[in-house]
């Protein structure tokens, strides 16, 4: 039986300025139309997930590949996960420094390896050897994000910004998909430079099965942004979906979720979740969350504001 194809995408979480918010919506509708054309011509979620989630990649604007935000010693570290709900095949890869796309060498571990998650330079070398390109780490860092992190550790010294400050509201700009193609399957993919001035090896949520992201046709897809220390506490992707095949509507499972973070942990986050029936839900308690849609009756692109 053939379903209505859908594809739900968001681009961070956090207290996005005013100036920031056309270019996050340009980069969402570029990346909806990579996703979509490919679910249009009847290709796969997962193949949508990953084309959507590159195009993101590939954008400045977002933190994930070129532009992500730094680590404490001035580098890119990237985090990505891809997961099938069809069959639950998932790939996963966690601090690589030398590739321009993580989801798709997230991409070649699910399709080629009988593993599920590689880690720096072992993913960087698994990819390379299923033809990647490796980059030089520099080639992957912008200007505006070592002035980001000269001012983050500048007033750290002045003790404006303590240690905790990855949970403060300035830095969520994560990017995710979620998408469900005609043959009825589900997917979901999380990429991701982590937060502003980690730790060199700090892995966040983005890439952990069932905390950033996960997918499976008998519950839900989902993709979180945020805090990732909390959402990772809370398996907070999986808690999620588990409300959706309990009955819950995505809707209310996506704003249980969020309430939850916040009142069991204090955490700030924004998720989107898909059923296998074609439902969405959306929610976030950040100032701002950049977000998109579309399906056969059109798109819609939003930064929405609490
Ligand atoms: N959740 C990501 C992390 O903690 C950050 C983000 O969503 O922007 O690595």
Redesign the pocket.
């Known amino acids: 039986m053939k379903t209505q194809s859908v594809l739900l995408i968001h681009g ?1 979480a956090w207290a996005m300025p005013d100036d920031a918010v056309a270019a996050h919506e340009r980069g969402i509708a570029d990346a909806l139309a990579a996703g979509y054309s490919l679910l249009k011509r009847g290709g796969s979620a997962v193949d949508a997930v990953e084309a959507a989630v590159a195009v993101m990649e590939d954008d400045e604007t977002f ?1 994930a590949g070129r532009g992500s935000f730094l680590t404490q010693d001035g580098r890119v570290q990237m ?1 990505a996960l891809l997961m099938n709900g069809e069959n639950l095949r998932t790939g996963g890869v966690a601090c690589v420094e030398r590739l321009r796309n993580p989801i798709r060498a997230a991409r070649l571990v699910l399709d080629r390896s009988p593993h599920v998650y590689f880690v720096g330079t072992g993913a960087e070398r698994f990819a390379r050897q299923h033809g990647m390109a490796l980059c030089d780490n520099m080639d992957l860092v912008i200007p505006r994000e070592q002035q980001r992190l000269y001012k983050a550790q500048a007033d750290e010294l002045a003790g404006l910004r303590d240690e905790t400050f ?1 949970g403060s509201l300035d ?4 990017v995710g998909a979620v998408a469900l193609d005609v043959h009825g399957n589900i997917a979901a993919g999380t990429s ?1 430079g ?2 502003l001035n980690k730790a060199p090896g700090r892995v ?3 890439s952990l099965i069932g905390c ?1 992201c996960y997918a499976d046709n008998l519950s839900a897809a989902v993709s ?5 220390e909390p ?1 990772m506490k809370l398996v907070l992707g999986k808690w999620a979906v588990d409300r959706v095949a309990a009955g819950g509507s995505p809707q209310d499972s996506a704003q249980d979720a969020i309430d939850y973070l916040y009142s069991r942990l204090g955490g700030h ?1 924004g998720i989107i979740l898909l059923s296998p029936d074609g439902r969405i839900g959306l929610a976030h308690n950040t100032p701002r969350m950049a977000w998109g849609i579309q399906n056969a009756e059109g798109s819609q692109i939003g930064v929405t504001r609490n």
């Open positions: 961070g933190d985090d990855s830095s969520h700009d994560t991701t982590g937060t966040g949520d983005s950033g979180l942004t945020g805090w990732g959402i986050g």
